[in-house]
């Protein structure tokens, strides 16, 4: 199975304008890891975030014929993915923390689903913070509230 997704990952970057790529295939708890190592990347991916997203959501489609669509399949690029993902928890976390400070709802800026599922993972139990999605189709956005705890809702009995 990881031979034919790299032979997939490897065709289809070479249809896409990405030749003399290096793919690595992690079998991962729950699904696989596709890294794709190019020098030719930047001009791929670098000025166009839609043209990355849109690259990553084919190829994640693709492999699940492959593997089947109850695994989890991440791309990345010249680990841009991971580099995002890490600005992303980072600022949700100062964010949420201005949310705690000012006692106040925080709104961010519209997102894809994906961005939306890392910063929901990254907050989630945090002390009083809770995040929601917010918003319809590209204005969709994450919500990061501040949530006071009660002195009662920790002893709280489920019946």
């Known amino acids: 199975?990881?031979?034919?997704?790299?032979?997939?990952?490897?065709?289809?970057a070479e249809k896409s304008g990405l030749v003399d790529c290096e793919?690595?295939?992690?079998?991962?708890?729950?699904?696989?890891?596709?890294?794709?190592?190019?020098?030719?990347?930047?001009?791929?991916?670098?000025?166009?975030?839609?043209?990355?997203?849109?690259?990553?959501?084919?190829l994640r489609r693709m492999a699940e014929k492959i593997v089947g669509?109850?695994?989890k399949i991440s791309v990345d690029i010249n680990n841009r993915q991971q580099k995002q993902d890490e600005t992303l928890k980072t600022k949700a976390k100062?964010?949420?923390e201005r949310a705690r400070e000012f006692k106040k709802d925080m709104e961010l800026e519209p997102m894809s689903s994906y961005e939306r599922m890392v910063i929901h993972t990254a907050l989630e139990g945090l002390p009083n913070i809770k995040t929601e999605s917010?918003?319809?189709?590209?204005?969709?956005?994450?919500?990061?509230?501040?949530?006071?705890?009660?002195?009662?809702?920790?002893?709280?009995?489920n019946f």
Do not use: W
């Not at 079998?27 to 000025?47: C, P, T, V, Y």
């Not at 994450?142 to 009662?152: A, L, Q, S, T, Y």
């Open 94 to 96: 100062i964010i949420a």
């Open 23 to 58: 793919v690595n295939i992690e079998e991962r708890e729950g699904g696989f890891s596709i890294s794709i190592k190019s020098d030719e990347s930047r001009d791929f991916i670098a000025r166009d975030k839609e043209r990355f997203e849109a690259f990553t959501h084919l």
């Open 1 to 12: 199975m990881v031979e034919n997704l790299k032979t997939l990952t490897i065709s289809f």
């Open 69 to 71: 669509e109850e695994k």
């Open 134 to 157: 917010a918003g319809v189709g590209r204005e969709r956005r994450v919500v990061i509230k501040f949530v006071e705890k009660k002195n009662d809702e920790d002893f709280s009995l």
